[in-house]
Structures are given as C-alpha cells and as structure tokens.
C-alpha cells in the first residue's frame, strides 16, 4: 500500500487538542502528513516525517479538515430567487414558500433532481467539503420521498428522512392524516434508504406532541434522530430534541436559558445555519453564548433554495465570525469537527491517525483568512480519502 507524504505545510489544522499549540484546533507549523490507504497514517513535524512513496509539496499553504457540511436540502427542483428579493424589500420570511418547491420538485424528473444534486455536490466540494448531509423533504408523498432519498443517497450515507418538513398541501385540513402517512407507509418505505429522520418543529409547520411521534416511529424503524428547532421563535424543538436523545438541533435562533442549558446537559450538538440569517434578515444565533454554556456547536450550510441558497462553508464560518460571536478558531472547529459530531461521525473532521485523509489546501497562509478575507476563493485543492477531488 503506497504511501503520500503532504509536506511544507504551513499551518495544519488538525482538531486533535493533544497536538501542536494544544488548543481545540490542534494547529502545527512547519507540518506533514502521510497518508496511506486513504486514511491518515502519521501527521507532526515536517522535519520528522517518515520516507513515503511519493511527495505533495503545499508550498507553505494552510491545510485544514475538510468542511463536514451537515444540514443541506439539496433534492429540489425550481427556483424562489422572487421570494429572496421580495424579502430584501421588506417582505418577512416565513415557512410557506416551501410548498412552491414542492411544487416543482414533484414535477421534475429524476435526472433533474440528480443533476441538480450533483451540480451542488460539485459547488460544496470546489469549496473545501468533504463530507455532506442531505434531506428529502420537497416530495411529500411516499413516491416522491422515497426517490429524493434514492437520488440523495447516490452522492452521500448522510441521508435523512423529512418527511415532516411541512404538511403537504393536500392534507392541509388534516395534519393528523398527514403525520399519520410520514409515520406509517412514507417511513416504511423511506428507512431503507435513510440514516437520520428529521422534523420540522415550527409554528407553520409541526408541534411538539407532532414531532415526538415522527420522531420515536424513525427510531423505532431504525434511524437515527435529528430536528429542526427554535429557528422562528422560542419553542418546543430543543425539549424535544434533549428528550429523544437527537444527535443535533438545527438553528437554534431563539433560546431560553433552558434550552442552552438542556443541550449541553443532553449532549445534543447545535447546528447553527448562518447563511440562513443572512438570507431572510433574521437575527443571527448567539454562538458565544452556547459555546460558553459548554454546548458543542456545529456550522452548516442549510443549502436550499428559499432561506439559505449557498453551498459555501466558508460564507458560514465568515458569517459565524462577524455576526455570531465566534473566533476564527472556534467557526473553524464547528465547521469540520463539529459537523462531524452533529453526524455522530469519528473518521472526519479531524486529521488524526486513522482517520479518513479529507482535507483542504487553502491559497493562504493560515486558517484565519477564511474570516479575514470573505468572499476571496481561497480552496486551492481538495483532497477525499488522499485523493485530489478538486
């Protein structure tokens, strides 16, 4: 098994608190790696590093995990570019505009749906992610859930059943009916092709009592918990999120003190989506506030196409740094190690031994330019188990 030695690295990023400068980061000057069957077989000191078959010189480049982008809706079909500019002119973000996607995602065909996918793939990779999460949840009957799982699951395992995203509109008159098919014949057909199930606990959308009951059918049917919760206001989400154990609460905008208390208590990761705030003009979540709490603290992208239609974890981490209270070092954390936790994963997010060599070589000199210099593409290459993806 051949050997690759990534070497002159400037500053390596590696997530693991026991190397270099001995923060959660981990980041060492001067470094190397080795990566052999594509996983990471050593990392320290360039002037220490083991013989290799063959040699990668960064130049003096940053290289940092690759992002773990875990909340995306990427199955989807149509375009709501009218709604975002009729919420720059004032108009209120609320969470109806899904079912004009709906719409359209139902009508497309599968190659559609793919090639949209793959296109939004293609678009997170160029821009250092490595690893993503991905939601049905604009079908809304059993045939076309089940093919957004099928098509989602052809570019990643993170697939999550959201079934209950909103009621479909057909059963507008009768949520109860609506809850009762995403719990019975959609998740019996769904869990095959899904790790998570997902809801949306939301006004507009599901209650608790709701939630609970979609949630404890998916992990009776064997998948693994996750929720929408407390992005419209202060809700039930976060309870319900503690009480079934969820691997994350996503958004997180309106918190009680209870709620930041639970999450840290329960060890439910918060995903917070930024990009989200940025798109509606919501106020953005207090990430200092979670993070000195001790709650652990993921960034996503929530790639959609009404409230959050950019692929780019870097926007995220520029956003979380700017408007969130974060340091250049914490957003960075939460957007590699902390996905990872958000999707219960140990083998990404981290450069350590053993783990899957995802990483990206940054045109800059240091992490930190990813806030310092927003907007700049600064992904040089990207690398997916020690191969270059990019």
């Not at 981990?26 to 050593?42: F, K, P, Y």
């Not at 899904?98 to 139902?106: D, F, G, L, P, W």
């Not at 296109?119 to 999460?133: F, K, N, Y």
């Not at 210099?373 to 992904?379: A, E, M, T």
Request: proline share 5%; glycine share 10%; hydrophobic share 45%.
């Amino acid at each position: 098994m051949s050997a690759v030695l990534v070497s002159n690295i400037g500053e390596l990023v590696t997530n693991d608190s026991s190397l270099g400068d001995g923060s959660p980061i981990g980041a060492l000057s001067d470094a190397a790696l080795v990566v052999q069957g594509g996983r990471v077989s050593w990392v320290g000191q360039r002037d220490q590093a083991p013989e290799a078959d063959s040699l990668v010189d960064v130049a003096g480049a940053a290289v940092i995990p690759g992002f773990v982008d875990s909340h995306s809706h990427l199955v989807f079909a149509g375009d709501r570019a009218g709604e975002f500019a009729a919420r720059m002119a004032g108009r209120p973000y609320s969470a109806g505009g899904i079912q004009s996607t709906v719409a359209a995602t139902r009508q497309a065909p599968d190659e559609v749906l793919a090639a949209n996918v793959a296109r939004l793939v293609t678009e997170m990779a160029r821009q250092g992610t490595t690893t993503i999460e991905v939601k049905s949840g604009y079908g809304l009957t059993v045939a076309d859930e089940v093919r957004s799982l099928a098509i989602a699951a052809e570019f990643t395992p993170e697939t999550t059943f959201l079934g209950a995203h909103v009621v479909a509109p057909e059963y507008a008159d009768d949520p109860a009916a609506y809850v009762d098919l995403v719990t019975g014949p959609m998740l019996a057909a769904a869990r095959d092709h899904a790790r998570w199930i997902d809801v949306f606990c939301e006004r507009g959308a599901f209650d608790a009592d709701q939630a609970r009951a979609v949630l404890a059918a998916g992990m009776t049917a064997g998948l693994e918990p996750r929720i929408h919760a407390n992005q419209l206001g202060e809700g039930p989400g976060v309870t319900v999120a503690c009480e079934v154990g969820a691997a994350a609460a996503d958004h997180c905008t309106y918190l009680s003190d209870d709620d930041v208390a639970n999450l840290r208590d329960a060890g439910v990761v918060a995903t917070l989506l930024p990009g989200v705030e940025f798109s509606t003009r919501s106020p953005y979540p207090d990430a200092r506030r979670l993070l000195g709490a001790g709650v652990t603290v993921a960034l996503a992208t929530d790639c959609n196409p009404g409230s959050s239609f950019t692929s780019s974890m870097p926007l995220c981490i520029a956003l979380a740094v700017r408007e969130m209270g974060m340091t250049p070092a914490e957003a960075l954390w939460a957007a590699t190690a902390g996905g990872a936790a958000a999707l219960r994963r140990d083998d990404v997010g981290r450069l350590v031994l053993g783990a899957s060599a995802d990483f990206t070589v940054l045109d800059a000199p240091s992490y930190v330019h990813l806030a310092y210099r927003p907007g700049v593409p600064l992904v040089s290459a990207v690398y997916r188990r020690g191969q270059r993806v990019t």
